[in-house]
Nanobody, 116 residues
Framework: QVQLVESGGGLVQPGGSLRLSCAASGSIFRMYAMAWYRQVPGKQRELVATITTGGSTTYADSVKGRFTISRDNAKNTVSLQMNNLRPEDTAVYYC??????????WGQGTQVTVSS
């Protein structure tokens, strides 16, 4: 079982950047597919970006060209670089890990607020 802790959220103006990090512990990190989700009150949790064990990535259409997901297996971390942020990116962002049996694990979330 893996434990996940997100960091890096905060308040940023439109057009600004933030970098979220997720630190994993308790298991063999490189064996997990990783993803970032986000959620606003009253809405379903939305998939933002994924990265496989091999490093292949996918993105939601709403963030393509602005967000970049990456992983460092030596440091047991996955990051989300967010550029050109928009007010509609405001949400709680969650780190997710999925093992080979498709069992999912979640972090506690980190708030991102984009506002002037």
């Amino acid at each position: 079982q893996v434990q996940l802790v997100e960091s890096g959220g905060g308040l940023v103006q439109p057009g600004g950047s933030l970098r979220l990090s997720c630190a994993a512990s308790g298991s063999i990190f490189r064996m997990y597919a990783m993803a970032w989700y986000r959620q606003v009150p009253g809405k379903q949790r939305e998939l933002v970006a994924t990265i496989t064990t091999g490093g292949s990535t996918t993105y939601a259409d709403s963030v393509k060209g602005r967000f970049t997901i990456s992983r460092d297996n030596a440091k047991n971390t996955v990051s989300l670089q967010m550029n050109n942020l928009r007010p509609e990116d405001t949400a709680v962002y969650y780190c997710n890990a999925k093992d080979s049996r498709l069992r999912g694990y979640w972090g506690q979330g980190t708030q991102v607020t984009v506002s002037s």
